[in-house]
């Protein structure tokens, strides 16, 4: 009988022996030649960009990123660039020592102290004590000769590399993102996420580095914290956006890299196309008084007799209400839920005059109206200034039916609305937004 269990024992150990055999034999290689090769790869492969990499860095899933540019030398050493909150927002260049090592996975670590990156995991930036909670070491997931994906050994975030161009210049790449991030991003202005053409998400406080969005048309619900970057060539966010179908709620689309098209009106999605960013339509945002006060400074011109006029003006400011009464500005914007002209004069006085305003798309026209009608003009908020102004001044009647006309809003950049431009028909009379 023990001679039976022995055999029997004997005979499942080398069954079990014979399996474990067959199921290594997946690889051709053992686990430590793997590793070996894996961290010679990646070694190779970071030192032969001749011009480095761009690190798109984000310190945790919850901040903005930030992008910092490195090469990598044979002797292991690494020149890193960068130009952010902790730089004093100028260029920053420091070398200092790396390695690509072995563990569960290869890693690439950052050994000796470099402030562009390490300024990202110190403690005393913060005054809370935390800093930007951000790695120093990440363990290289995929890696090609001009992509490496990378994630945070302790933050476990996503983190991309891509290979410089030869011919780039450093400094340069970050002035192109300065200028891609003030084309696009403006304090006063929610972007919007559209499906074919149809609004369907908002984006709120763009110049934070992280989107608050919100259904386009449900602006009670929460808002979903969404941290981006700017790039070059657009915007590209810390983790895919799930969109879903409105018939079908187990359709997703994931859109997550958007770049700006060759007309630089709309951000395309390059995982989807039909999905683009965009900045609000300007009439709408006009009437609506954007997020801040939207005003429109008019432009002495000479051909509209607007030169003339405000020359005139000014003198009547000063002449018939008082020295201290001296012309500072003519802007036209939203006061009290009206859209009105409103004068400013040097001593901090100002008076709104109440006029008329349709909105069709980017067509913008003030109509016809009565400039002796002093009930329709004056508006309940600044009564009495107006009141004392409009009685004296007879050149500001002139100015009121200047302006009277069809105009054309226009604007430098569709996402950034700093700079718009109302230009009437005739090409007589442009005014300007100042914010």
């Known amino acids: 009988m023990k001679i039976n269990k022995i055999f029997f024992v004997l005979l499942f150990g080398f069954v079990f022996q014979s399996c474990l055999f067959q199921e290594e034999d997946i690889f051709d290689k053992p686990a430590y030649q793997r590793m070996a090769e894996a961290v010679r790869f990646n070694l190779e492969n970071f030192k032969s960009a001749p011009n480095g990499w761009e690190m798109r860095f984000f310190p945790t899933n919850s901040q903005t990123g930030f992008t910092l540019l490195m090469r990598f030398y044979d002797n292991e050493f690494v020149t890193m660039m960068g130009r952010n909150v902790t730089t004093g927002n100028v260029n920053l260049t420091e070398s200092s020592r790396f390695s690509v090592r072995p563990a569960n996975g290869a890693i690439l670590s950052f050994d000796t102290e ?16 935390r800093g930007f909670e951000g790695d120093f ?13 990378l994630r945070g050994l302790k933050r476990h975030t996503n983190i991309e590399m891509r290979r410089m161009p030869a011919d780039k210049d450093w400094s340069q790449h970050f002035d192109e993102i300065a200028a891609m991030r003030d084309f696009l991003l403006d304090s006063n202005v929610n972007l919007q996420i559209n499906e074919g053409g149809v609004a369907r998400y908002r984006l709120h406080n763009s110049t934070s580095g992280i989107f608050g969005q919100v259904p386009f048309n449900n602006t009670e619900t929460e808002q979903v914290q969404i941290p981006f970057i700017v790039t070059t060539s657009g915007i590209a966010l810390n983790r895919p956006f799930l969109i879903r179908d409105d018939e079908n709620e187990n359709n997703q689309v994931r859109v997550q890299v958007f770049n700006l098209n060759a007309e630089r009106n709309r951000l395309v999605s390059a995982e989807n196309e039909n999905f683009t960013i965009t900045g609000p339509a300007l009439g709408d945002f006009f009437e609506d008084g954007g997020r801040g006060n939207v005003i429109l400074l008019a432009e002495r011109q000479e051909t509209s007799g607007m030169d003339a006029l405000f020359d005139q003006l000014a003198a009547d400011m000063i002449s018939i209400i008082g020295p201290n009464f001296e012309l500072m500005s003519v802007g036209f914007g939203r006061n009290n ?24 798309g980017n067509n913008i026209t003030i109509p016809a109206f009565d400039v002796d009608d002093m009930s329709f003009l004056i508006t309940d908020a600044l009564e009495n200034n107006a009141r004392i102004f409009y009685e004296r001044v007879a050149s500001l009647r002139q100015l009121l039916t200047l302006i009277q006309g069809e105009y054309i809003l226009e604007t430098s950049s569709p996402f950034n609305l700093r700079n718009m431009r109302f230009t009437k028909t005739d090409g007589s009379l442009m005014l300007n937004t100042s914010r």
């Open 114 to 129: 470099n402030r562009v990156i390490h300024a990202f995991s110190d403690p005393s930036s913060d005054p809370r004590g």
């Open 137 to 149: 070491e990440f363990v290289i997931i995929y890696a090609t000769e001009d992509f490496v994906r």
């Open 337 to 360: 839920n009206n859209f009105a002209m409103t004068l400013r004069v040097r001593n901090g006085t100002q008076a709104a005059f109440r006029i008329p305003l349709v909105v069709s």
